[in-house]
């Protein structure tokens, strides 16, 4: 099956950029997804990238897909403490299914 | 617009109780449902999907089962719950899985004691 890999922790600075990284295994992989869940909540849609593209701004949100690789990254610019949260790597692969990997925790230091 | 209303959002239950886990979509029209587990410190498992009333695909073997008896109603549930069927399950849905995703529910937060 899907495999999703994610580094469990991050701590930055506030103010500081954040690099969130994941790599995944299913190469037909057509839409790739970053989640963000809030301490007690649901998981809530940030971004996400088609197969086709090796990247994407969204306002502070950057996301790079090196398709090669199989790596995926989500770049938050000028981390603010409000971005303290899990945040999900998600494919689109299998059975038209999304798989999650197992999320980053991140801590906004202030 | 679309909404996704799950409850209750917490629930302790003692050891080989039953279970029963509501799940609703409003909004929108045969919608794909899904049923996650997210175990403490661990990501998100899926536990069911659904792309019909009555259709229920298990991605893997548990002591829970899922039931869709409405179009916009996905149910889970347990006849004897084990304590490792602890942990925050959240059910999702679907129509363009594309470019929207899935939308997810605030989640239920079940410990088992």
């Known amino acids: 099956g899907e495999d999703v890999e994610q580094s469990l922790f991050l701590s930055v600075r506030e103010g500081d950029s954040s690099v969130i990284n994941c790599t995944y295994t299913d190469s037909s992989s057509t839409y790739l997804y970053w989640y963000k869940q809030e301490p007690g909540a649901g998981l809530q849609l940030l971004t996400y990238i088609f197969s086709n593209m090796d990247m994407k701004q969204d306002q502070r949100l950057t996301v790079l897909l090196n398709k090669k690789d199989k790596h995926l990254s989500l770049r938050i610019a000028d981390t603010q403490t409000g971005d303290s949260a899990i945040y999900f790597c998600?494919?689109?692969?299998?059975?038209?299914?999304?798989?999650f990997g197992t999320g980053t925790r991140l801590t906004v230091i202030p | 617009s679309q909404t996704i209303h799950q409850w209750p959002a917490t629930l302790v239950q003692p050891v080989g109780s039953p279970l029963s886990l509501e799940c609703t979509v409003e909004g929108t029209s045969n919608p794909n449902l899904y049923w996650y587990r997210q175990a403490a410190g661990r990501g998100l498992q899926l536990l069911f999907y659904?792309?019909?009333?009555?259709?229920i695909s298990s991605e893997v073997p548990q002591n829970l089962s899922a039931s869709r008896p409405q179009d916009r109603q996905f149910i889970l549930s347990s006849k004897k719950l084990l304590l490792s069927d602890s942990g925050f399950y959240l059910c999702a849905w679907s129509v363009d899985r594309g470019a929207h995703g899935y939308t997810f529910g605030s989640g239920t937060r079940l410990t088992v004691v």
């Open positions: 998600a494919t689109l692969g299998r059975a038209n299914n999304l798989f």
């Open positions: 659904s792309v019909g009333i009555g259709q």
